[in-house]
């Protein structure tokens, strides 16, 4: 059971070109978003669609995967863990970030 724990799973869209970052220490760096998207039938029995948004955060050898290989629009399956972070903005006020950090990329479309 210890394995199912904080454990994301994902298929969707790459909505943006992937940012690549290289650290000091070489280390690679890649933030994207992912588009997942569910249909379903509302109360009257209309067709609805509804599309969610997901940041990732992928480092070292799956960062450089994707900046070889992601580009918008590509189809992926992911996994990986959900996080959250905070930060001061430059306005002095805390903001909350939620992502999902990759462990495994799997690239779906041609």
């Known amino acids: 059971m210890n394995a199912m724990k904080n454990r994301v799973q994902l298929i969707g869209n790459v909505g943006n070109d992937p940012e690549i970052k290289t650290l000091e220490s070489g280390k690679k760096l890649a933030h994207l978003t992912i588009a997942t998207n569910d249909v379903y ?10 599309t969610e948004w997901h940041r990732v955060t992928a480092w070292g050898k799956t960062a450089e995967i994707i900046e070889k290989f992601v ?5 992926v399956a992911i996994d990986g863990k959900l996080t959250h ?6 306005n002095g006020e805390k903001r909350y970030i939620t992502e999902v950090v990759v462990n495994e990329i799997l690239l779906l479309s041609k």
Not at 41 to 50: L, T
């Open 41 to 50: 039938r509302n109360d009257k029995g209309d067709k609805v669609e509804q």
């Open 71 to 75: 580009v918008k629009g590509k189809e």
């Open 85 to 90: 972070r905070s930060y001061d903005d430059k």
